[in-house]
T-cell receptor, first 114, second 113 residues
Framework: DTGVSQNPRHKITKRGQNVTFRCDPI?????LYWYRQTLGQGPEFLTY????????KSRLLSDRFSAERPKGSFSTLEIQRTEQGDSAMYLC????????????FGPGTRLTVT | DQQVKQNSPSLSVQEGRISILNCDYT??????FLWYKKYPAEGPTFLIS?????DKNEDGRFTVFLNKSAKHLSLHIVPSQPGDSAVYFC????????????FGKGITLSVRP
């Protein structure tokens, strides 16, 4: 079991550029979540998938953010026209649909927008 | 409006003693509560959880207590070890299809040798 992996681990980009992050969940997990964490705060929910269906999106997720999970395996999170306020740690988590919401997190992607 | 609150930003305890980390919540629809531990530059690591139908769950040195009437939970670590030094997050979910986690701001635990 390799756990949840995320790539890249760090991304520095200039304001206005587009960025894409990838998450590979634990292989048998059918649920996949994206969270964002800023300094001094706990992770904040962005969106989640059950298999390939995107079931919920947070109000935090502006139109510049889009997430996909084709074929219910890995997921990508794209941010278009990045802003300095997008600088944060982007965390991916996965879980089984068991009624117990134990989510297992990846190491995160640190985004810095200059 | 913060639905999960960890009001103490930090806690320092002596090695071998008990660490008690507290968490309060406001949303009575929360059905499941979890504690995560986080080291710098890593993602949160799941520690222990408790369903709203229980008032205690124990796993080795870690015990979580839930007081539904007070909307309060706590994590007890006994005995505390220097390797326990990390940021601890309390989280809650509504269960079922409402499985997203709502986190507190975290508490930094320092265990002194």
């Amino acid at each position: 079991d390799t756990g949840v992996s995320q790539n890249p681990r760090h991304k520095i980009t200039k304001r206005g550029q587009n960025v894409t992050f990838r998450c590979d969940p634990i292989s048998e997990h059918n649920r996949l979540y994206w969270y964002r964490q800023t300094l001094g705060q706990g992770p904040e929910f962005l969106t989640y998938f059950q298999n390939e269906a995107q079931l919920e999106k947070s109000r935090l997720l502006s139109d510049r953010f889009s997430a996909e999970r084709p074929k219910g395996s890995f997921s990508t999170l794209e941010i278009q026209r990045t802003e300095q306020g997008d600088s944060a740690m982007y965390l991916c988590a996965s879980s089984l649909e068991t009624g117990r919401d134990e989510q297992y997190f990846g190491p995160g992607t640190r985004l810095t927008v200059t | 409006d913060q639905q999960v609150k960890q009001n103490s930003p930090s806690l320092s305890v002596q090695e071998g003693r008990i660490s008690i980390l507290n968490c309060d919540y406001t949303n009575s629809m929360f059905d499941y509560f979890l504690w995560y531990k986080k080291y710098p530059a890593e993602g949160p690591t799941f520690l222990i959880s408790i369903s709203s139908i229980k008032d205690k769950n124990e796993d080795g040195r870690f015990t979580v207590f839930l007081n539904k009437s007070a909307k309060h939970l706590s994590l007890h670590i006994v005995p505390s070890q220097p390797g326990d030094s990390a940021v601890y997050f309390c989280a809650a979910s509504g269960g079922g299809a409402n499985s997203k986690l709502t986190f507190g701001k975290g508490i930094t635990l320092s265990v002194r040798p």
